[in-house]
């Protein structure tokens, strides 16, 4: 499974952004999705995943009631609508997928299968 995530950029603190991530080279409907990010000089961390049939969502603290994670099976794309940004919220995003049984165990970085490339997110105070 080949993923690329788009939609980052610049805003302002307080702004929204997008992001999208689109699988190919084989279905990813079989398989949860997470969306991770790594700010400037930091580890990459959990930020949220969706199970493979959309029905579950799990978020870090930091960003619950401001980010969704979304997917459409049939689009073999996955989002993350990020709201109310904010400037600690800039990083490198990262969508991954993993096979796990339990879509909980798709939050931890060393479980996810594929990654993306990565998108930047600059939020500007």
């Known amino acids: 499974v080949q993923l690329v995530e788009s939609g980052g950029g610049l805003v302002q603190a307080g702004g929204s952004l997008r992001l999208s991530c689109a699988a190919s080279g084989r279905t990813a409907s079989g398989y949860h999705i997470g969306w991770f990010r790594q700010p400037p000089g930091k580890e990459r961390g959990f930020v949220a995943t969706?199970?493979?049939?959309?029905?579950?969502?799990y978020y870090a603290d930091s960003v619950k009631g401001r980010f969704t994670i979304s997917r459409d099976n049939a689009k073999n794309t996955a989002y993350q609508q990020m709201n109310r940004l904010e400037y600690d919220d800039t990083a490198v995003y990262y969508c991954?997928?993993?096979?796990?049984?339990?879509?909980?165990?798709?939050?931890?970085?060393?479980?996810?299968?594929?990654w993306g490339k990565g998108n930047l997110v600059n939020v500007s105070s």
């Open positions: 991954a997928a993993s096979g796990a049984k339990r879509p909980l165990e798709a939050s931890r970085v060393g479980v996810m299968d594929y």
């Open positions: 969706i199970n493979w049939s959309g029905g579950s969502t």
